[in-house]
């Protein structure tokens, strides 16, 4: 399967934002639906955080609405998390995933308050 890789996590306060990317070296592959999951620690069970389809629809889970906003660019083969209004309970490592790709590294977000 193909990987995907995560950038764009780091620590922020309270408050900040980040903007998380999802894109795969894989030239022939071409990134339709993605989801972006959050767990907090390895081994704890991932969460759903935003959904978006090939033709854009997105959707959010209810914690992150008006928060996060999920996105694609097309024209580069990556899809974006934006997070704003960080707070604590958004601490964990993020991974983007269809279900054409295996898990990927994911990206680590640390909010401190």
């Known amino acids: 399967q193909v990987k995907l890789v995560e950038s764009g996590g780091g620590l922020v306060q309270a408050g900040g934002s980040l903007r998380l990317s999802c894109t795969t070296s894989?030239?022939?592959?071409?990134?339709?639906?993605m989801g972006w999951y959050r767990h907090q620690a390895p081994g704890e069970e991932r969460v759903w955080v935003a959904?978006?389809?090939?033709?854009?629809?997105?959707n959010h889970r209810d914690s992150v609405k008006g928060r996060f906003t999920i996105s694609r660019d097309d024209a580069k083969n990556t899809v974006y998390l934006q997070m704003n209004n960080l707070n604590p309970e958004d601490t964990g490592i993020y991974h983007c995933?269809?279900?054409?790709?295996?898990w990927g590294q994911g990206t680590q977000v640390t909010v401190s308050s």
């Open positions: 995933k269809s279900t054409k790709t295996a």
């Open positions: 959904g978006i389809t090939s033709g854009g629809v997105t």
């Open positions: 894989d030239s022939n592959f071409t990134i339709g639906a």
